[in-house]
């Protein structure tokens, strides 16, 4: 069965074609730059090469039509019809507290996330639109999937999701945790379990999905109890251009100091903050690696920091779940940047940590594995996240029902 994965944003829309009984990936690309004079699709051919089109893409529905070239194309394509694709599994970030798992496409789904729109303003309507525009390409005889990055988290406790706020304003606005990276945290989870040889539901596991946006969660038995992301992706510790939790009256002082709208705020703390805000250089960790290395001062101050954070949320996530047998490290950062794994497991000895720092000083460039001593208290693991395998899992399953 041939699933076509997407995840469409604002102006780009990733695209991957997976055979879900085989779970490969067929072909994989990219269209950037949506609604611009700039718009090209990016792909890789079945050799590898890389291939970039300079494309009209007004619309999504457009984009969806530079895919379909791209699948089908006589000399780079990997299909010959349209038919031979399944379905269609869509990423959607916000499913609120109304989806816990994924579910086929109809106009009551469509209406909620458009509904839980003004909690991901910039991820929700795209999707929406990716699925709109899939529809117009594909047809309706193509059943399309959604696979909310919320659904995981659903299963934390109402002391963990609670904000201390006036209760009216959960009642009226839905205030309250509701997490992201749930497709990551869950795959890393059930990968966790699989290479520790032991059921999911006898674990307690801290998953720490690192890269230009982060979030960790503590999962109990297979279940998150909570996590570090709040009722949006700013929530948490600092990230590549967001700020992360703060004392809130930082908010309302700087607001007051420099007569800055709601709108301009959410601009500070979502896009000029995390390590761009405190480093002044750059929110590529690459970047801000290189500056350090050079003997920049606030390029090590910015690292210091996330460091610290990270190892916090892992200690209290301890504390939460009564113990810990295994950590997990993926993602972007926690994929690829060795000292961000040293640094943080140095806080954790006191809870037996022991890392294998020969083994974490090359385990980067898709390089994974066991990263801590085999003596080590709790294991620590480097697991490559897969979430596009996730929404083809999840979109596979419920598809084989109909």
Not at 95 to 117: H, M, P, R, T, W
Not at 237 to 261: H, W, Y
């Amino acid at each position: 069965m041939k699933i076509l994965v997407i995840n469409a944003g604002s102006s780009s829309l990733k695209y991957q074609l997976i055979d879900a009984d085989s779970e490969t990936v067929l072909a994989k690309g990219n269209c950037e730059r949506i609604g611009t004079d700039g718009a090209f699709i990016g792909f890789k051919a079945p050799d590898g090469e890389k291939i970039e089109r300079k494309i009209q893409m007004l619309n999504h529905t457009q984009a969806f039509e530079a895919v379909k070239s791209a699948l089908t194309d006589a000399e780079y394509g990997v299909v010959s019809d349209l038919s031979e694709i399944s379905a269609v599994g869509h990423r959607i970030v916000q499913g609120g507290s109304y989806f816990d798992k994924s579910v086929l496409v109809n106009n009551d789904v469509l209406n909620k996330i458009k509904e839980l729109a003004p909690l991901a303003p910039l991820h929700n309507p795209a999707a929406l639109q990716g699925i709109e525009a899939c529809t117009k390409v594909f047809g309706t005889k193509i059943p399309q999937v959604t696979v909310f990055d919320t659904a995981f988290h659903q299963t934390m406790p109402e002391k963990a999701y609670m904000y201390a706020v006036p209760y009216k304003y959960y009642e009226k606005f839905g205030v309250r945790k509701y997490g992201f990276h749930g497709t990551s945290h869950r795959y890393v989870t059930d990968k966790m379990a699989e290479i520790m040889g032991r059921k999911k539901e006898e674990l307690k596991l801290i998953t720490c999905h690192i890269g230009n946006g982060s979030s960790i969660s503590a999962i109990k038995n297979g279940k998150v109890i909570d996590t570090t992301m709040g009722l949006t992706p700013l929530g948490g510790f600092m990230m590549g251009t967001r700020s992360g939790s703060l004392d809130p009256s930082v908010v309302t002082f700087i607001a007051e100091k420099e007569n800055m709208t709601p709108e301009e705020l959410s601009k500070m703390l979502n896009k000029e903050s995390g390590l761009l805000g405190v480093s002044g250089i750059s929110s590529d960790d690459r970047d801000v690696t290189a500056a350090e290395a050079n003997g920049d001062r606030r390029a090590h101050l910015a690292h210091e920091m996330l460091y610290y954070q990270i190892a916090k949320y892992i200690g209290s996530y301890y504390v939460a779940l009564g113990g810990c047998d295994g950590i997990v490290f993926t993602a972007g950062l926690g994929e690829n940047q060795p000292q961000l794994r040293e640094k943080v497991c140095e806080y954790l000895k006191c809870f037996g940590v022991k890392m294998d720092k020969e083994f974490n000083a090359q385990a980067w460039h898709g390089i994974t594995g066991t990263l801590s001593t085999p003596d080590s208290a709790i294991r620590v693991e480097l697991i490559a996240t897969d979430e596009e395998m996730v929404i083809a899992r999840d979109t596979k399953a419920i598809v084989e029902l109909l």
